[in-house]
T-cell receptor, first 115, second 114 residues
């Protein structure tokens, strides 16, 4: 079965600084990878996804992520964070593009932004 | 186009009470899901429905039942609520987005069982 690890429970960065959130997955074949963001009291919003092709994917709100097969990683990055980026971020993986294939989520990374 | 909607937004129950969480989507998606979110545990799948008329258990189905009423609606029922079911419940639906099967989430229902 696939699994996802987000090693950082909580990260604090200064506004304007760069950000990298780590995600490692465990799955034998090429996975389908997602990053979601959850603002306080809200549902999950899709930031970006990787299915195939270019390993650097662009998402909404200025985020990008890079799929590195050799490291089994799909880290999320942003060059300059804004106070509104404070939220919880979830990495997720699934095995196929079928509709009944469930998502497996990591435990999340909470991002705090300081002035 | 409202996406995925859930009712109620917040509910307090006493142990042993029953309730149904409602979910509807207007994106014409075949697959729908119920997750629960607990601190430090991410989201865990309770039940899912790959298409109208079918349902399957996820990781944590005990204490829950579901009904896929039609293509739009997927409800989650707690027959006899327990404090361990205090959680935030998310409904999701999935469909093709530029050929890629993608899940979209509702705003959540916050449930407190006393």
């Amino acid at each position: 079965a696939q699994s996802v690890t987000q090693p950082d429970i909580h990260i604090t960065v200064s506004e304007g600084a760069s950000l990298e959130l780590r995600c490692n997955y465990s799955y034998g074949a090429t996975p389908y990878l997602f990053w979601y963001v959850q603002s306080p009291g809200q549902g999950l919003q899709l930031l970006l996804k990787y299915f195939s092709g270019d390993t650097l994917v662009q998402g909404i709100k200025g985020f990008e992520a890079e799929f590195k097969r050799s490291q089994s990683s799909f880290n999320l990055r942003k060059p300059s964070v804004h106070w509104s980026d404070a939220a919880e971020y979830f990495c997720a993986v699934k095995r196929s593009n079928f509709g009944n294939e469930k998502l497996t989520f990591g435990t999340g990374t909470r991002l705090t932004i300081i002035p | 186009n409202a996406g995925v909607t859930q009712t109620p937004k917040f509910q307090v129950l006493k142990t042993g009470q029953s309730m149904t969480l409602q979910c509807a989507q207007d994106m014409n998606h075949n697959s729908m899901y119920w997750y629960r979110q607990d601190p430090g545990m991410g989201l865990r799948l309770i039940y899912y429905s790959a298409s109208e008329g079918t349902t399957d258990k996820g990781e944590v189905p005990n204490g829950y039942n579901v009904s896929r009423l039609n293509k739009r609606e997927f409800s989650l029922r707690l027959e006899s609520a327990a404090p361990s079911q205090t959680s935030v419940y998310f409904c999701a639906s999935s469909g093709l987005d530029r050929g890629q099967e993608t899940q979209y989430f509702g705003p959540g229902t916050r449930l407190l069982v006393l």
